[in-house]
């Protein structure tokens, strides 16, 4: 971990990790974790256009291409939500496998015009965080100040939002325009995170840091704490694993890393965790056995 741009790496995955985990908490508590995964693939094909109209391989430009095509796919989940009798999670999965199909048959046409050799786009499907360097740990730390502080600007309303979206309406906060806010949130964070865990695994670290947290805790605010502290553990494990070997995929291993922390708030969780569970229903056992033994015979006969 002495090499500098290792420690780049190393910067830039705990940096996602973290605020991948602050965003995925609410989305997680608003059943849309399938969302997640949804704007992840639909990025794909954002990268590809942007690859086809400026023939280069800027990140930056990968980056404004993903957001559009996030962007486009979130409005497109909504039509499809608000104008038809499809449900949201069959909306979600519409525009996930359209999306993504579209993506993969763009990648292909690159890839057979001779342009994908030097455009290294099938990085973009798992994730290359070796790729990095300072500029893109540069615009990690902008885009986490950013998340992180909107959330914590518009905690009380995202939790409103999350719990009961019709009371938050009787309030008189702009419910419509929270949701959109924090599906914008949702698209700065898959974009963020697609060239260091690519667009497959990127649903994983927004979820799986959420859901460890839920087993940890019942405050909202613990909670959110909890993911992100998950999520940066993640990507610290995963880069630190990955440096330990050779060609190792930093990306993957952070999402298995995140998979761990889930295993253990699993098993090991007060009140929730399955060790936890386990006694409550011995000691449950037990005392139902102690009543029923200390009850005159009569009463046990009748």
């Not at 973290?18 to 989305?27: A, D, N, P, R, Y």
């Not at 342009?115 to 902008?142: E, H």
């Not at 494990?237 to 922390?261: E, Y």
Request: proline share 3%; net charge positive; aromatic share 8%.
């Amino acid at each position: 971990m002495t090499d500098p741009n290792m420690q780049w790496i190393l910067l830039g995955c705990i940096l996602l990790g973290l605020s991948s985990g602050v965003i995925g908490s609410f989305m997680y508590l608003r059943k849309q974790s399938l969302m997640g995964d949804a704007l992840a693939h639909a990025a794909l094909p954002g990268v590809c256009v942007a690859f086809m109209i400026t023939g280069t391989k800027s990140v930056f430009g990968f980056m404004i291409g993903a957001a559009i095509a996030g962007i486009v796919a979130t409005f497109a989940i909504s039509a499809l939500t608000r104008y038809s009798r499809i449900k949201s999670d069959s909306a979600i999965a519409a525009v996930l496998s359209v999306f993504f199909g579209f993506g993969i048959m763009l990648l292909t046409e690159i890839q057979h015009s001779g342009a994908g050799n030097q455009s290294g786009l099938d990085k973009f499907l798992f994730g290359q965080a070796a790729a990095m360097v300072l500029s893109d740990v540069y615009t990690m730390a902008v885009i986490s100040v950013v998340l992180i502080g909107i959330c914590i600007l518009f905690f009380k309303e995202f939790k409103l939002l999350s719990f009961d979206p019709g009371f938050a309406r009787g309030l008189g906060f702009p419910a419509g325009l929270l949701d959109k806010l924090l599906m914008l949130l949702i698209v700065i964070a898959v974009v963020a995170g697609i060239q260091a865990v690519g667009v497959i695994m990127m649903a994983a670290l927004l979820i799986t840091p959420a859901v460890s947290a839920r087993y940890w805790t019942e405050k909202l605010g613990v909670m959110v704490c909890l993911s992100g502290l998950f999520g940066a553990i993640a990507g610290l494990g995963g880069t630190v694993i990955s440096s330990l070997g050779q060609n190792l995929p930093t990306g993957p291993l952070c999402v298995l890393c995140a998979t761990v922390v889930f295993g253990v708030s699993l098993i090991f969780a007060p009140q929730r965790g399955m060790i936890s569970k386990a006694i409550v229903r011995l000691n449950a056992r037990k005392n139902l056995e102690q009543t029923v033994g200390t009850q005159p015979r009569e009463e046990r006969a009748l």
